[in-house]
């Protein structure tokens, strides 16, 4: 029940990092409340940064034969379309298949992966962490927050950005199918709609993604109904029109969360490295939380590997991973919040993308700011 690094969370971020220190030869537990595989709200579109990472920890990509995406087409709320050619783009999978693999390896590298049980509380002390769980009581000397984007844990630690959400920033849902429709491969789409958009793209077993994020305020405004919230303000955008009235939708009910906020996190917490969502999200739009996610676990293995090494003391390592991350992600951050706003407000929207039309020198710029190199 003793371990040297606890991960609270298997999305991306923790079976990445479980895979990863294992493999160093640490002796890692990963707690998931969730049994794998599962579906997961999110857009399913990975940027190509990330390909040689999930090679290196053993995910075989190649032979995987997922859709290669190197289109981007916009429409504005009206279904103007801005047409750009994406470089060097992105790959599709759904998080059902993607995870379920990193599952596989995290286990197969000697990781203990606890799936079906929830962290319900953690303290420190005597340079030690305690883990309540309900699979029992576990102890270990680095714990890694890898949960997402909120959860019980961020109330339990009083984590500043709940309080700065519920005073501030915009809480917005996510809703989320897999639908079957005639759409190119290489193709991803951003469709606009008031307060929010809609992305369209390929993943694996011949499927599309189809994923969108609006304001909380709007679902409210039709009576918390998903079906309603589609009929009056999606499917005003004739392109997203079409696709709601022509789609094969493959699940009963609609996948959705709520309560997303793109405040600023803290990274560490109470001696908790954050990572992944817990560490800080980008909006959507920039299509590439996925590969954050993955990198910054790339980053707090180093600096663990090293902590454990006895190279670095806690608060060096703390303040090591702390710096990195910043370096790494801040300016992302910032440039996914700006172009936030330029989104979901139809005469912005319209405006921004008549002036990228005549301009795809600056698209392809703005596109980079959101975007990081191989790592
Ligand atoms: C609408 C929407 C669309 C998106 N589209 C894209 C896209 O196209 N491309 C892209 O790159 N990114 C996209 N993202 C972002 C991307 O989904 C996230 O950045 C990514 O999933 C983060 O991975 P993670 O491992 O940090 O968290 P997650 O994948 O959320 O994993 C966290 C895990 O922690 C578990 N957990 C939570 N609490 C506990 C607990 N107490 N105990 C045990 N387990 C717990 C959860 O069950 C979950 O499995 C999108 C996000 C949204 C909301």
Redesign the pocket.
Known sequence: MDFEVAI?????????LAIQLSKAGHRVIL????QYP?H????????ME?WDFLESIGLPLTEMQLPRITKLAISDCKGRLLRHTLSPG?FGIS?YTL?DRLALIARSCGAELLSG????DITFSSDRHLLK??AGNFTAKVVCG????R???DIKLNRPFIESTKQNAQQ?????YHVKLDFPLHL?ELHNFEDGYC?I?PVDNNRL?L???TTAQKLQQNNNNIRLLENNLLKKNPVLNRYFSNAEFLYEEPLA?SQ?SFAAKTLVEDHIFM?????G????L?????????H??KLLSGVIIEYLGGKLTRSQAEDRYTNLWRKNFNSRLRAGRIFQQLFGKPAVTNLTLKSLSYFPGLTSKLIDLTHGGVF
């Open positions: 609270i969370g298997g999305g991306l971020a923790g079976l990445s707690f998931e409340k969730e599962f997961k709200v999110c857009g399913e579109y990975i940027s990330s992105g998080r995870d049980t929830k962290v319900t769980t309900t890898a949960w997402g984007k959860a019980n844990l917005y849902i996510g809703v989320k991803i992305g793209s993604c994923c969108y994020l969360i997303i990572t992944g969502d817990s560490a999200m980008i909006t959507p920039c299509g590439n939380g996925m590969s954050m996610a993955l910054s676990s």
